[in-house]
């Protein structure tokens, strides 16, 4: 049978928000004296929340900041992203017109990603609409991926079991959190991270684009 379910990653994955994370990364760090990074090397610093992000782009400037240090410039990242979410920000080619499709047959769709839930809720708004029956991003109390905790959850409220969810997305956090919450998994290689971290991570499925995506949920 089909998957009943399919739940996407954000970052990378539905969204190329990496020059948009970019900006506002180096933005904040150019507002505290600090260097920017190169763009491409924010491919790697991303996947584990925000809070990992911002101690890895301090890592990589060599800031040595006080933790009430870190928070202030957590709170200047966040001011600046939350002004203007969708900076920057695209769709994948071919996804609008995928999820639109999977929905239209039946296929229930979720949206789980480490970036801050009121973020994740406005990018997923503006590039899908209310597509995805379930939109959720990083919460207070809630484990970041990939513990299972919250695609676990998801498959609850979407009403349906792990073993019937594919889980897609673009990085080892991704394809960690499937088996850790009992899903297959599909790694989609036009996102940030390779395809060798995707196999290492166990990737039972890769897909190139949109069409190899979609004939791998309906071919299962």
Request: glycine share 12%.
């Amino acid at each position: 049978m089909p998957y009943k379910a399919c739940i996407f990653d954000l970052d990378g994955t539905l969204a190329d928000t990496l020059q948009s994370i970019a900006c506002f990364g180096n933005g904040t760090l150019n507002a505290f004296g600090y260097p920017s990074i190169d763009p491409e090397e924010y491919k790697l610093l991303v996947g584990n929340g925000a809070d990992m992000l911002i101690r890895r782009m301090l890592a990589r400037v060599g800031a040595g900041l006080s933790e009430a240090e870190i928070k202030n410039f957590r709170a200047e990242y966040d001011r600046r992203y939350e002004s203007r979410p969708m900076h920057l920000v695209t769709a994948y080619p071919g996804l609008q017109g995928l999820l639109s499709r999977l929905k239209s047959n039946g296929v229930r769709l979720g949206v789980l990603s480490n970036k801050p839930d009121n973020m994740t809720r406005a990018i997923v708004s503006k590039l899908y609409g209310d597509t995805p029956g379930a939109v959720r991003g990083q919460l207070p109390g809630v484990p970041a991926k990939p513990d299972p905790t919250a695609a676990l959850a998801m498959a609850r409220e979407l009403g349906v079991s792990p073993g019937d969810v594919l889980y897609i997305g673009d990085s080892g956090v991704d394809m960690d959190t499937a088996k850790n919450a009992g899903m297959d998994s599909c790694g989609v290689l036009w996102g940030f991270r390779t395809e060798e971290e995707l196999l290492e991570h166990g990737a039972k499925y890769l897909a190139g684009d949109a069409a190899a995506l979609e004939d791998i949920i309906d071919k299962r």
